[in-house]
């Protein structure tokens, strides 16, 4: 006897629905801003004649969306019944509506303003995935029991075993119409696929309205901090440089968690405890009992390549670090402040530089907001002059104040040095490799950097030449990058490479010995090739 066709729609359903529950909590931890079946309900909206959008927002009032995404829900579930439908007859005509449906949500996806292909995507393979992997698993006692029906009655395995592990089972129920083995094999794979699609949906709503909730609690926060004014003389004025001011949506996110931490400020607390004179838990609100410190400070990334992104100027605004650890007492011995996070990263920072005057700070807001989620919200360390891995704690909830040689922060442990100055920098951003320019003077332009140094200029040389001097927007402010530019005099055809360095306070100019970004950070000459061409 075949397999009844309720059954193949059942676990094409079930599948189906698993597959949707694991692309929403994919969605959740990666923080993507429209799950697949939100962001297919905003591109039927867009797609929709504006008449009728209204009139749904007329009947149904603000559930619109709600609306339309149980439309969508119910016409997934159709697809699904019908993809498990199709199995019956061949294992990879499951697989058509599969691809279409994935194909309609990468679309979706991708559509919608500002989204960033590598993660948003990740939703909807996983929803693939599980729909495929699901299915299978779920078509497997189908196809035994089909398999068996094509052989017809005569071929009914012999009592005490089969190839297919049916055991005993030939009696077929009256009613499922499968045999009892395989009625307990489908029904087993079912309630598994069930509760693991359950489980994904469940945990993809929690995480996604508690993300909903920090957002916004963010939102409502109204700091009393300043935005950001770029000082003029900080700009260099050569299209093609890179801001020198970085947007919170622009600057580089580097972490290790997985999900971000969700923490309402509300609940956030710092708890300074080790080798100081008075343990204290400090509160969101008791940042904001002095005055706050508010400055430009460009952070930067120990495994920023040569030429590499992973570096950003922003206005931070904070309590200054000097001032919570004098409240504690620092012991005489210490010289470590071991940073954790609430997702459990750790970092170890000196002592001094957070209690130097250098203005490290627990900083609350980054260009005049408060601190976006991936930037460590609510509270996050700042420290100018080091790599973020040995300072820039984001989601900072904890602060021990031991000795360097009693601890292994994260990094460390990882083959990183355990000390991170920042080391002198520079990058070429005009002309871009590869470039093609017309014959005469060529303009260079690019960023510098010695955080907490400073640079006293730039030098470039071009195919191999001697170096000469550019020129560097205001070079006062050592804890942020600095914009330069370079006039290069009447350029031959033909192509070139042209390097850049910059100079310390002193005059030194930075090394030309190449070395890797690990353990504490890359040193090198960035160059660009390009080519010049008669008129
Ligand atoms: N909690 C936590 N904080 C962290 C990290 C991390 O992995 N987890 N990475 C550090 C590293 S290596 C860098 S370079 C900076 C990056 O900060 P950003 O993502 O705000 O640019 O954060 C630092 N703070
Ligand atoms: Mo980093």
Redesign the pocket.
């Known amino acids: 006897m075949r397999s009844p066709r309720g059954a193949w729609s059942l676990a094409g359903l079930l599948g189906g629905l698993a597959g949707l529950a694991a692309s929403h909590l994919v969605a959740a931890l990666l923080h993507v801003r429209s799950t697949p079946v939100v962001a297919v309900a905003e591109l039927a909206v867009r797609l929709t004649p504006p008449g009728l959008v209204e009139w749904g927002i007329e009947a149904f009032g603000v559930f619109d969306k709600a609306v339309l995404v149980l439309v969508i829900l119910v016409a997934l579930s159709a697809v699904f019944a019908w993809a498990g439908h199709l199995g019956r007859r061949s294992w990879w005509l499951t697989l058509l509506p599969y691809g279409v449906l994935a194909g309609i949500g990468a679309v979706a996806v991708l559509v919608v303003p500002g989204s960033t292909p590598s993660t948003d995507l990740l939703p909807v393979l996983a929803g693939l995935l599980t729909w495929v992997v699901a299915t299978a698993l779920l078509s497997v006692p189908l196809r035994v029991q089909d398999g068996r029906a094509a052989a017809g009655p005569g071929a009914a395995p012999a009592r005490g075993g089969s190839e297919d592990g049916t055991g005993d089972g030939t009696e077929v129920d009256a009613e499922t119409g499968l045999s009892a083995p395989n009625r307990r094999s489908l029904l087993v794979r079912m309630g598994a696929v069930g509760a693991v699609a359950v489980l994904a949906g469940l945990g993809g709503e929690v995480l996604a309205r508690r993300r909903q909730g920090v957002e916004r609690a963010r939102s409502l926060l109204g700091l009393q901090v300043t935005r950001p004014t770029v000082p003029p003389a900080a700009r260099i004025g050569l299209e093609g440089v890179t801001s020198w001011e970085t947007p919170n949506p622009d ?7 997985f999900a971000v ?1 969700t923490i309402d400020p509300a609940d956030w607390r710092l708890r300074i405890h080790g080798m100081v004179d008075r343990e204290l838990v400090l509160s969101f609100d008791d940042l904001f009992s002095g005055r706050l410190t508010e400055r430009w400070t460009t ?5 920023n390549e040569i030429g590499g992104d ?1 570096i ?1 100027n922003a206005w931070w605004s904070g309590t200054l670090t000097q001032q919570v650890l004098s409240l504690a007492g620092v012991q005489d011995g210490a010289d470590a402040v071991l940073q954790t ?3 459990g ?1 750790t ?1 170890g920072t000196p002592l001094e530089a957070l209690t130097d005057d250098r203005q490290a700070m627990l900083a609350v807001a ?1 260009n005049g907001q408060p601190l976006p989620v ?3 919200f609510p509270v ?2 700042l420290v100018p002059g080091l ?3 040995v ?6 909830v904890d602060w021990e104040v031991t000795r360097f040689d009693r601890f292994s922060a ?2 460390t442990e990882n083959g990183w040095a355990e000390q991170g100055p920042v080391k002198m920098g520079s990058r070429i951003d005009v002309p871009r490799s590869g470039e093609e320019l017309p014959a005469g003077d060529v303009i260079a332009g690019g960023m510098a950097w010695f955080q907490h140094t400073g640079i006293s200029g730039v030098e470039v040389s071009l195919d191999g030449g001697a170096w000469t001097p550019g020129e560097v927007a205001d070079s006062r402010r050592i804890d942020s990058w600095f914009q330069w530019r370079a006039v290069l005099p009447d350029v031959p055809t033909g192509e070139h490479v042209l390097r850049v360095r910059a100079l310390d306070p002193d005059g030194t100019p930075q090394t030309g010995v190449v070395a890797d970004t690990v353990p504490d950070g890359a040193t090198g000459w960035h160059e660009v090739d390009f080519t010049v061409t008669e008129g």
């Open positions: 600057f580089y996110v580097i972490h290790t968690a931490p952070l930067n990334c120990v495994s992973l950003g996070s609430e997702d990263w970092c980054m991936e930037h460590g996050r360390t790599y973020g891995y300072s820039a704690c984001k989601w900072v994260y990094w």
